[in-house]
């Protein structure tokens, strides 16, 4: 079997799934990550070589030595495929395809799946229904969008992953100040009407264009609210035929489509509007989703979404069929949040269901997993309260938890 050569870029530590079937798989892996992840607990029996990019603020690398040091590379290698590991790699790994004309997601494309004002444009023309928004490049587009949509409204940044910088404003003179404020950056920000309801993701697995798994979830505290005050994170599986489920399917399937979504993982979020019931869409992102979604969907499907897309991108390598494994039908429940201590006490939250603790420094963190739906609310509400009244720190979160 010939070896193929995969890139994986990742400016945060993850991946290691993905890295680890890739290797299986009979691929040479060679990772490009950022210079401060040297001592994080990478797959060293995966990975072939490693290169390290300089950080200049986190997340973010010099594109143009990106460039420079891939076409070193490529003097010696030939790379088959270039995979973004994490939400802020897409636009590199999107840079780097189209530079090297290497086959995959290309920087058009790419705009859908990372930049939010982009991906809103793209659902309203193709009729999916979104919250109000605008660009925030024209003062009159401004004044005139504050004037007909009611406060409040958020302002986010195009190309932050997850709820990362949004900020939420009452009144006309605070919006004014914070845009003033931005200065020469505010064209990299776009103003939204906040929309009260229910918040969802749907976690899917892509294959010549056709999606072959799907998990959507609910988010018991909302992202945002995680993200601004701290608290407690926690999300839980819907059932396959219930017709939450059923909905999100298909406007997921939807999105995915009329953007032009060709192979891979993908997460997407929605929310029901608590004034309409109607279901909008929020974000999208061609990568697998973080805060440890992927144990959510794995206890529930028996699915490991990192392990399926790296057989994915084999099977597209190779000129060969996929096929997802059938899910299993268990409920499944996450939960985690920010703690004093470095390392949890578990033996309090030990029970039948509670299937995974996740080893995350001061963080406690908890995957459930049932046949009943009713357990695993009653197991997440009963962590929270402990959580809440034992052991959370009341500071937001520092750590990466995107979702």
């Not at 018991?220 to 609210?225: D, E, F, S, T, V």
């Amino acid at each position: 079997m010939e070896e193929k050569t995969i890139v994986c870029i990742s400016c945060y530590y993850k991946g290691y799934d993905f890295m680890d079937e890739m290797k299986k798989l009979g691929n040479k892996i060679i990772l490009v990550t950022s210079e401060g992840l040297k001592e994080k607990n990478w797959p060293w029996h995966a990975i072939d070589e490693v290169f390290y990019m300089a950080e200049i603020k986190p997340s973010v690398w010099n594109l143009d030595h990106l460039v420079q040091g891939f076409s070193h590379l490529m003097k010696t290698r030939k790379v088959d495929a270039v995979v973004a590991l994490d939400d802020y790699d897409v636009e590199k790994a999107a840079l780097i395809r189209e530079t090297f004309r290497i086959p995959g997601m290309g920087q058009t494309t790419h705009r859908y799946f990372r930049d939010k004002l982009a991906m809103r444009q793209k659902a309203k023309d193709s009729g999916i229904s979104v919250p109000e928004f605008t660009a925030v490049f024209n003062n009159d587009e401004v004044n005139s969008f504050i004037e007909k949509v009611p406060a409040p409204w958020v302002l986010k940044p195009r190309s932050e992953a997850s709820a990362s910088g949004i900020k939420k404003f009452s009144s006309k003179d605070e919006l004014w100040n914070e845009l003033n404020a931005l200065g020469e950056e505010r064209h990299l920000f776009l103003l939204e009407s906040f929309k009260p309801g229910d918040v969802y993701h749907v976690d899917s697995l892509t294959f010549n264009k056709e999606i072959v798994f799907t998990s959507a979830s609910k988010y018991l505290a909302p992202p945002m609210q995680v993200s601004h005050e701290g608290g407690v994170f926690r999300s839980k599986t819907l059932g396959r035929y219930s017709d939450e489920f059923k909905a999100l399917e298909e406007v997921n399937a939807k999105v995915l489509s009329s953007f032009g979504l060709m192979n891979g993982a993908t997460h997407t979020e929605f929310i029901r509007g608590k004034a309409d019931g109607k279901w909008y869409f929020l974000e999208t992102s061609s990568r697998v989703g973080g805060a440890h979604i992927p144990d959510l969907v794995e206890a529930s499907s028996n699915i490991n979404i990192w392990r399926e897309w790296a057989k994915i991108e084999d099977a597209l390598l190779r000129g060969k069929n996929y096929e997802a494994s059938k899910p299993t039908g268990y409920y499944s429940g996450l939960i985690i949040a920010l703690i004093k201590d470095k390392e949890p006490d578990y033996s309090a939250f030990s029970s039948q269901e509670a299937v995974k603790f996740l080893p995350i420094d001061h963080h406690v963190g908890i995957v459930y997993k049932s046949s009943d739906p009713d357990i695993i609310q009653q197991r997440l509400d009963s962590a929270a309260e402990k959580i809440q009244a034992e052991m959370l720190n009341i500071l937001p979160p520092k750590s990466k938890l995107t979702s």
